[in-house]
């Protein structure tokens, strides 16, 4: 299986801060993708990486590939109560659909 | 605005009896995708339709059933619930082709209940 696996499963911090979650992949990828699930609801696509990008930003958020660890990784930004969710990343190989990872629950307080 | 629909969002059956969720979109998308989310997990890949083709994984048990009569609406049937199929189930569209290069739009899911 190429299943992504989140570090770590939790993280909790404080509004303003900065959070950074991160994903390691099993297989060769195009592209790799960051969801937020907010609690009981559908995902919602954030950001798209291709596998001959190195580095990514849209708004807050920052995501970083290194295809030769297999890794990447996504940086919040000035983080806000608004941003409590799960965060999965999800990867695409070889044209197969996207296999999630477990995720990474961020909680952020005021 | 252009999206995707679960009916229902909540859905309680009896152990052993058939149920259906359904999905619908408004993209025009081509391909369309049926997740399981236990609690606390990740989604996993059931099956998807590319048009009119249908792609098993596969690992997804017998008891689960989809089927896709038209672009718009996309159904999975569940032969015979078992406690163990209580979860969310997403249903998530792309764009062939180019559907990995732009994400996934997804519905806001139905939680099934089996009783």
């Known amino acids: 299986s190429q299943q992504g696996e989140e570090d770590p499963q939790a993280l909790s911090i404080q509004e303003g801060e900065n959070a950074t979650m991160n994903c390691s992949y099993k297989t060769s990828i195009n592209n790799l993708q960051w969801y937020r699930q907010n609690s009981g609801r559908g995902l919602v696509h954030l950001i798209l990486i291709r596998s001959n990008e190195r580095e990514k930003h849209s708004g807050r958020l920052r995501v970083t590939l290194d295809t030769s660890k297999k890794s990447s990784s996504l940086l919040i930004t000035a983080s806000r109560a608004a941003d409590t969710a799960s965060y999965f990343c999800?990867?695409?190989?070889?044209?197969?659909?996207?296999?999630f990872g477990k995720g990474t629950t961020l909680s952020v307080s005021s | 605005d252009a999206m995707v629909i679960q009916n229902p969002r909540y859905q309680v059956t009896q152990f052993g009896k058939p149920v259906t969720l359904s999905c619908s979109q408004t993209?025009?998308?081509?391909?369309m995708y049926w997740y399981q989310q236990k609690s606390s997990q990740a989604p996993k890949l059931l099956f998807h339709y590319y048009d009119k083709d249908f792609n098993n994984e596969a690992d997804t048990p017998d008891n689960f059933q989809s089927r896709r009569p038209n672009t718009s609406f996309c159904f999975l049937d569940i032969r015979s619930p078992g406690l163990g199929d209580a979860a969310m189930y997403l249903c998530?569209?792309?764009?062939?082709?180019?559907?990995?290069?732009?994400?996934?739009?997804f519905g806001s899911g139905t939680r099934l209940t089996v009783v």
């Open positions: 993209l025009n998308h081509n391909v």
């Open positions: 998530a569209t792309s764009r062939g082709g180019q559907g990995a290069w732009e994400g996934y739009t």
């Open positions: 999800a990867t695409d190989g070889a044209g197969t659909a996207l296999i």
